[in-house]
């Protein structure tokens, strides 16, 4: 079974700073993707990025980006020019296959980002 | 468009009612899945569906039940409710169920069972 490790409980970084938050999955399938999910207050689940495997490039999306190791089985994302509105628990996700063989979602354990002003 | 739309945000139950949470989404996504999140965890499925008319169960299927007889509407009910499923709900969809698309998430249900 594929599991998704978040090995930082909580992060702080001070505002306009760059932090990143790491991830490693497990799995024995080549082909999958990893997603990044951002949880304000507000308890919504907010896509932040996501990445496919088949593709080297790593995905980027304004200040986010990612770098994705395959070999490795790592999942980074890395927020550059930290804003307070990024305050929130970040969740890595690793989508894999149901016993059924449709999509599901496999997520880490969260880690809570804190910004600094 | 609404999205996914969860109702009610809030509920608190005793050991033993029964209650259903109500999950409707406007965007004809043929995927639904229900998961829930405990306190410092991430989520976990519950039961997903592929289409109206069809169900399955997630990794932590026990204490739930799930119907989908229509496209938009994939409600979660709740039979002799345990304090061990106090949790926060969250209903999603996508459409085919293929990573390239994306899973959309309600706004979640707090669920306190005293």
């Known amino acids: 079974a594929q599991t998704v490790t978040q090995s930082q409980p909580e992060m702080s970084v001070q505002e306009a700073e760059t932090v990143t938050l790491s991830c490693t999955y497990d799995?024995?399938?080549?082909?999958?993707?990893l997603f990044w999910y951002k949880q304000p207050p507000s308890r919504q689940m907010i896509l932040v990025i996501r990445?496919?495997?088949?593709?080297?490039q790593n995905a980027t999306e304004n200040r986010f980006s990612v770098n994705f190791q395959k070999a490795a089985k790592s999942f980074s994302l890395k927020i550059s020019d930290s804003q307070l509105g990024d305050a929130a628990m970040y969740f890595c996700?690793?989508?894999?296959?149901?016993?059924?063989?449709?999509?599901?979602?496999?997520f880490g354990k969260g880690t809570k980002l804190t910004v600094n002003p | 468009n609404a999205g996914v739309t969860q109702t009610p945000k809030f509920r608190i139950l005793k050991i033993g009612q029964s209650m259903t949470l109500q999950c409707t989404q406007d965007?004809?996504?043929?995927?639904m899945y229900w998961y829930r999140q405990d306190p410092g965890m991430g989520l976990k499925l519950i039961y997903y569906s592929v289409g109206a008319g069809i169900t399955d169960k997630g990794e932590v299927p026990n204490g739930y039940n799930v119907s989908r007889s229509t496209t938009e509407d994939f409600p979660l009910r709740l039979e002799l409710a345990a304090p061990s499923q106090t949790s926060v709900y969250f209903c999603?969809?996508?459409?085919?169920?293929?990573?390239?698309?994306?899973?959309?998430f309600g706004a979640g249900s707090r669920l306190t069972v005293l």
């Open positions: 990445q496919e495997a088949y593709k080297q």
């Open positions: 996700a690793y989508r894999g296959i149901t016993q059924g063989g449709s999509e599901k979602l496999v």
């Open positions: 999603a969809s996508s459409y085919m169920g293929t990573g390239a698309n994306v899973l959309t």
């Open positions: 965007m004809n996504h043929n995927y």
């Open positions: 799995t024995s399938e080549s082909d999958y993707y």
